[in-house]
């Protein structure tokens, strides 16, 4: 079963889509960059069960893609890799920027990549809205870019704290802030319409079996019935958001956002890693218990305690949540179990 074919994520879908308006986006084109992955895909399906849109994804593996969005003709597959030059062979009304790695354990033993992949990507793109003339990017950046918070305060959008420039894991957040700064330059002695998201820590169906992110991890162990090992006292807070309503979050800020700003892409309840880890340990009715992290583990962990975001700028365009952190964690468990057995 692929995952659009879930009752329970059209439901879930139709839902989100029907608490927003998505009209501006009906007859364009849009070329979605990292659009297998768990957050640009989503993207897709919520185009695809909301908008009369072209969707160009870009992506590396065309085998990948056709078992994803195969056979759906308003989906058309892209080769595309940040780390190369591309040609663009089509007109395009949006970009939705969302290609690079994204693993934490890819931070640390593929620093080069991750910030080529970040900065190299980004550029090209930029350089193709500027020699049209036309079009919007929409950046996906990352809630990281704020570095060691000072305070127990969400994040707002504009104030930022320390990241330690020596540690070899910071190569994922300087990319991001690099990318960022290339938008607003191009924006700034050009005049190329962008807009930058920030999301926290996404969670869902479309994530990857192979995405060592703790929410992504934990969800496809308690579909499959695994026991969930913490590898810290998960104290740490966290904005978790479902894949569903960062998708529109995103989508929002492409069709309202202000040229050159940054917007939070987050969930307004904030919960601990513990808590996430009981809820999915609930929803798949596994054990969850505690060991200890290897190096490797741990040279990986995120540094922030507490990445809470506010998201209310964003919510100014006209956003708001559909999911709760507990229903999104327990539909992505719910869902997961679904295609497990179908493929069983």
């Not at 100014?316 to 559909?322: A, F, H």
Request: proline content about 2%; charged content about 25%; some cysteine.
């Amino acid at each position: 079963m692929r995952l659009l074919e879930s009752k329970r994520y059209r439901d879930d879908l139709k839902k989100a889509i029907s608490n927003t308006d998505l009209s501006e986006l009906n007859n364009k084109s849009i070329f979605i960059t990292g659009g297998l992955g768990l957050i640009c895909s989503t993207i897709v399906d919520v185009l695809l069960v909301g908008c009369n849109t072209t969707i160009y994804v870009g992506a590396r593996n065309e085998q990948h893609f056709l078992e994803r969005f195969g056979g759906i003709d308003a989906v058309k597959y892209v080769h595309y890799d940040a780390l190369s030059d591309f040609v663009f062979p089509f007109n395009l009304d949006y970009i939705v920027h969302g290609a690079g790695l994204a693993s934490p354990d890819l931070y640390t033993s593929m620093p080069v990549e991750t910030l080529l992949s970040n900065l190299d990507g980004v550029h090209v793109l930029l350089k193709y809205l500027k020699d049209r003339n036309s079009g919007r990017l929409l950046y996906i950046s990352s809630s990281e870019v704020y570095g060691k918070k000072t305070t127990e305060k969400p994040f707002v959008e504009g104030i930022y704290g320390e990241v330690d420039i020596d540690s070899i894991r910071s190569s994922y957040v300087i990319a991001k802030r690099a990318a960022e700064m290339m938008c607003k330059a191009y924006s700034s002695e050009y005049d190329v319409d962008t807009v930058i998201v920030r999301p926290g820590h996404i969670y869902g169906p479309s994530a990857k079996r192979n995405d060592r992110r703790i929410s992504s991890d934990f969800a496809f162990k308690a579909a499959y019935g695994e026991k969930l090992e913490m590898k810290s006292s998960g104290l740490q807070k966290r904005s978790y958001c479902y894949s569903v309503d960062c998708a529109i979050q995103i989508l929002t800020a492409l069709m309202k956002g202000e040229k050159g700003q940054a917007y939070n892409v987050g969930h307004d309840d904030v919960v601990t890693i513990k808590e996430m880890a009981e809820i999915y340990a609930d929803a798949g009715s596994v054990a969850l218990t505690a060991t200890e992290p290897t190096k490797d583990e741990v040279r990986a962990f995120n540094p922030m305690r507490n990445s809470a975001l506010d998201n209310s700028k964003l919510k100014k365009l006209g956003y708001k949540d559909t999911f709760s952190v507990d229903e999104g964690l327990r539909h992505t468990v719910e869902i997961l179990k679904e295609i497990a057995w179908d493929h069983d």
